[in-house]
C-alpha cells in the first residue's frame, strides 16, 4: 500500500507543479500586458482563469482521496496538507493575475501620467520568489525556499514607495486619478503575489522538514 501512496504522491506532486507553471505564466502574460498595452494579452489571462481554478479543484479532490484511501501519516501527512495549502495559494495568485490584467484592460485606454511608474524591479523580484518557491517544492531544498522570505522585504518597500509616488502624481494631476488607483492596483496585487508565493515556500519548508516557520517570533517546540 505505501507503494502505491508514493507512486499517488509524485502524480500529485507533478500536477502541482502543473497548476505552479499555469499560475507563473499568467502572472507574466498579465505584467506584460501592462509594460505593452497589450488588451489582447490581458484578455487572455482574464479568460485563462476558469482553467486554473478548475486545476485547483481538481487538485483539492486528489487530496481528499489519498487522504481517505491511505490514512497517511509522518512526511506523506505532511506533504498531503502542505498541498492543500499551496494550491490555495496558487489559486489567489491566478485571481490577482487576472487582478492586474483587468487594470491593464484599462491603462490600454487611458495614458498615464509622466510619473516614473516602474514596475520592473518589483515585477522582476516577485517573479523570482514564485519560480524559487515552485523550485523548491520540486526538489525539497530548505535553503531556496528560506530564502524567499527575505526577498519579500523588498518587495514591501517597493509597494510603499509606489504609494507615495501615486499619492504625488493625484496631487500633481488631479485628472488621471483613474489611471493612478490602477497603478496602485497593480502594486498591491503584486505585493499580495509576493505573499503568497512566500506562504508556499513556508509550506515547503514544513513539507520537507516539519518546521513551522511562519510565525518567527513564536518560540520553537523541543
Do not use: W
Not at 86 to 101: F, H, T, Y
Request: proline content about 4%; overall charge negative; glycine content about 4%.
Amino acid at each position: 500500500m505505501h507503494r502505491q501512496l508514493n507512486r499517488e504522491i509524485e502524480k500529485l506532486k507533478q500536477h502541482v507543479l502543473k497548476l505552479g507553471a499555469q499560475v507563473e505564466a499568467a502572472v507574466f502574460d498579465a505584467l506584460t500586458a501592462c509594460r505593452e498595452h497589450r488588451r489582447d494579452l490581458a484578455e487572455a489571462v482574464v479568460a485563462g482563469d476558469a482553467a486554473i481554478d478548475q486545476a485547483e479543484i481538481d487538485l483539492e479532490e486528489e487530496c481528499l482521496k489519498l487522504f481517505a484511501l491511505y490514512q497517511p501519516v509522518a512526511g506523506d501527512l505532511r506533504f498531503l496538507v502542505a498541498v492543500l495549502k499551496i494550491n490555495n495559494d496558487l489559486e489567489r495568485i491566478g485571481d490577482l493575475a487576472v487582478n492586474i490584467a483587468e487594470r491593464a484592460v484599462f491603462l490600454a485606454d487611458h495614458p498615464l501620467p509622466a510619473f516614473p511608474f516602474d514596475f520592473t524591479r518589483m515585477a522582476e523580484v516577485t517573479a523570482r520568489m514564485l519560480r524559487q518557491s515552485l523550485d523548491a517544492l520540486s526538489s525539497g531544498r530548505l535553503e531556496p525556499a528560506r530564502e524567499v522570505a527575505a526577498m519579500d522585504d523588498e518587495v514591501d518597500g517597493i509597494n510603499r514607495a509606489m504609494y507615495r509616488q501615486v499619492q504625488d502624481a493625484m496631487r500633481a494631476e488631479p485628472d488621471r486619478i483613474g489611471s493612478l488607483i490602477q497603478v496602485l492596483g497593480i502594486s498591491r496585487s503584486l505585493e499580495r503575489i509576493a505573499d503568497h508565493a512566500t506562504d508556499i515556500a513556508e509550506d515547503v519548508v514544513y513539507m520537507a522538514s516539519g518546521e513551522i516557520v511562519r510565525h518567527p517570533t513564536l518560540p520553537r517546540r523541543t
